[in-house]
């Protein structure tokens, strides 16, 4: 939503490191509309067109365009190989509903050694106190972290920040296009990716910024 040359230069970066899939955090569009969506399908045929990108839903988007075009609300990446797994949960309506709370506990049932959480609105801390989701979001601390995941993804606001909360590293990233927001969040309001490395067990992170 917003910038297409910046979202064509965010495709090109991540394609260039091979990435096995492309993970959008949401709000492709203003107002998630038939043509808006055909029109970031579009942006993303032309620029990666053998890399997957899967998309979290955000609450730019409306849910019947989504279920149509784009895929479930709730999903889950998942490989035995690899030991990897990515679960995405739907909690754009600034709440983490019980169906949400119960797909995401039927998912860490048979998480792998490599689990990452990602959903669209950050939860409220004392960081992030600002645009973010209250309901039941210290359940979903201790949740991610009893159940050791390696790293939650948030995004919705758009800039970078990265804290750790109850020993799981969280993560908002969100400058792939958006206006960034300069004030009154903290982190820093750039347009970026995040690399994500997993060798021998160890996960790592690397915001990459993309060139304006």
């Given at each position: 939503m917003g910038n297409d040359g910046i979202f064509k230069k965010a495709l090109a970066l991540a394609k260039s490191y091979n990435?096995?899939?492309i993970l959008h955090g949401g709000d492709y569009s203003d107002n998630g509309s038939d043509k808006e969506t055909d029109h970031f399908l579009a942006l993303v045929n032309d620029g990666i067109p053998d890399v997957p990108l899967f998309v979290v839903i955000g609450?730019?988007?409306?849910?019947?365009v989504f279920a149509e075009k784009i895929g479930p609300s709730n999903f889950s990446l998942d490989s035995a190989r690899l030991k990897l797994k990515v679960i995405a949960v739907d909690n754009a309506g600034y709440?983490?509903?019980?169906?949400?709370r119960n797909y995401l506990s039927s998912q860490l049932a048979g998480k792998r050694e490599n689990t990452f959480v990602a959903m669209h609105i950050p939860p409220k801390t004392e960081r992030w106190n600002w645009h973010t989701f209250s309901d039941v979001a210290a359940e979903l601390e201790n949740v991610l972290a009893e159940n050791g995941v390696?790293?939650?993804?948030?995004?919705?606001?758009h800039l970078y920040d990265r804290d750790?909360?109850?020993g799981v590293p969280s993560i908002?990233?969100?400058?792939?296009g958006a206006p960034l927001v300069p004030l009154g969040f903290p982190g820093e309001p750039v347009y970026h990716i995040v690399l994500v490395r997993v060798k021998n067990g160890t996960v790592t992170t690397e915001m990459v910024k993309v060139n304006e």
């Open positions: 990435p096995l899939f609450n730019h988007e409306r849910r019947k709440a983490l509903k019980i169906h949400e390696k790293v939650a993804f948030y995004f919705h606001i750790e909360i109850k908002i990233t969100a400058g792939a």
